[in-house]
């Protein structure tokens, strides 16, 4: 779909980026990339934690329904108080948070006391910061680069959230899990204040400013509400994301039994998987802008769902570890393509002073699904086995691309693009406790 990338040509790429983009926007990559390190960890260590306390893939599931619980119940909320405090704080207070949590199921785990239940409390709390940070780390990206420079600098987030969270931190995280339960989680909790630190030394204010007067949340939700499902674009993107996360859930929740049982691998095999998809995904970091130049937003965006289906085919019907890491790393570079789409659609698209509200509506759609996903999941897998998941999603992906090809095409992106609101204006008033710094105001 794209040209082989040129290792030179990318070192002077990437160089040119780092010199265009504003010098705070690399101190919030690097908290990404901190961050996400963790996250990786986590991911491996938890399904691994989990699967030593059970190997019934209910209660295993129920892990998942817990993390993705919040999206349903949070998620409008979280985006009408990211209109209205500073992005900043937010997310480095949700870091804060996160590092106790965290922090808390070290201890429980050092001391024995991890359960099945405790995780599940653990998932759902991390999860519930995750619908406040995600939203205003999206939102502050607009603030610091311009609107030409929004595929460029969210594929570079995505190279450094990548290597981190999918490529070092999964292998990382399970071996650390074998070696001794409680360190992976005491990882994370260490990269959490980290990042937490990263974020406040940004300066600058990022709050939007709001004129006229204070008007109640319920209403300011229902803005949110009323924009998204009046654009067909960013409203159609939504309900293409909640079918395909409906779905992947379903295949995420089982994930740890489909390695252990189906492909026999153990602890550090298992991590690894996420290193084959992570190899893929930081490939279509690297090559999303010229797939999108080549093909245009529409039929690129098509193409990684046509890929999604093709891989969670290729994945139900084998028993090969290495053809399974291949579809992983296939399935990467679809997901990153369509999320470098998506993400900088909306920064586009959605005016300022309601991009908390209408991404918090957008991924409530998208997200919300995702309990319910990986409670299907759970289901399909005791009642048929662990390989129905994987050809369902194969199946719903294609009736998808069928059904959503009358909104996905160039003429709608077109129309979309050419009414795009001015590039915001945020308050460039500076942050009182740090001062202001040189560069491109937010």
Known sequence: MANPVDPCGAFGEAVAVKASLDSRFWRIWTAAAVSTLGDGVRTAAIPLLAASLTRDPLPIAAVSVAAGLPW????????????????????????????????????AIATDRASIWLLCLVAFALGTGETMFDNAAQAMVPALVDRPRLELANSRLASAEIVSRDFVGPPLG?????????????????????????????????????????????????????????????RSMAIMLAVW????????????????????????????????????????????????????????????????????AGIGLSSSPWLVGVMLALEGV??????????????????????????????????????????????????????????????????????????????TFDAAFEDAPREP??????????????GRAP
């Open 334 to 411: 679809a997901i990153v393509v369509w999320n470098v789409i998506t993400v900088s659609a909306r920064q586009a698209l959605v005016p300022a002073e309601l991009f908390g509200r209408v991404n918090s509506v957008y991924r409530f759609v998208g997200w919300g699904v995702l309990p319910i996903g990986a409670a299907l999941g759970g289901v399909l897998a005791k009642a048929v086995g662990l390989r129905a998941p994987y050809l369902l999603t194969a199946v719903v992906l294609v009736a998808m691309i069928v059904s959503a090809r009358r909104v996905i095409n160039p003429a």
């Open 425 to 438: 204006d945020l308050d460039t008033e500076p942050d009182l406790e740090t001062g202001p710094e040189p």
């Open 174 to 234: 399970a071996v650390l899990f074998t070696a001794a339960m409680v360190v992976p989680f005491a990882l994370d909790s260490i990269s959490f204040a980290a990042a937490a630190l990263l974020v406040l030394s940004v300066r600058g204010s990022f709050r939007v400013p709001r004129p006229g007067p204070p008007t109640r949340i319920s209403h300011e939700i229902k803005e949110g509400l009323q924009w998204l499902w009046a654009h067909r674009l960013i």
């Open 72 to 107: 349903a119940l949070f998620a409008l909320l979280s985006g009408a108080l990211v209109d209205r405090l500073d992005r900043r704080r937010i997310m480095a207070y949700t870091d804060l948070f996160r590092f106790g949590v965290v922090g808390l199921l070290a201890v």
């Open 245 to 312: 996360n409906l779905v992947a859930a379903a295949t995420q929740a089982i994930l740890v039994l489909f390695a252990l049982e189906i492909l026999d691998l153990h602890g550090i095999g298992y991590g690894l998987l996420f290193t084959a998809w992570a190899a893929g995904g930081l490939l279509g970091s690297l090559v999303a802008t010229r797939i999108i130049g080549r093909l245009g937003h529409a039929h690129a965006l098509l193409s990684t769902v046509a890929v999604g289906a093709l891989t969670s």
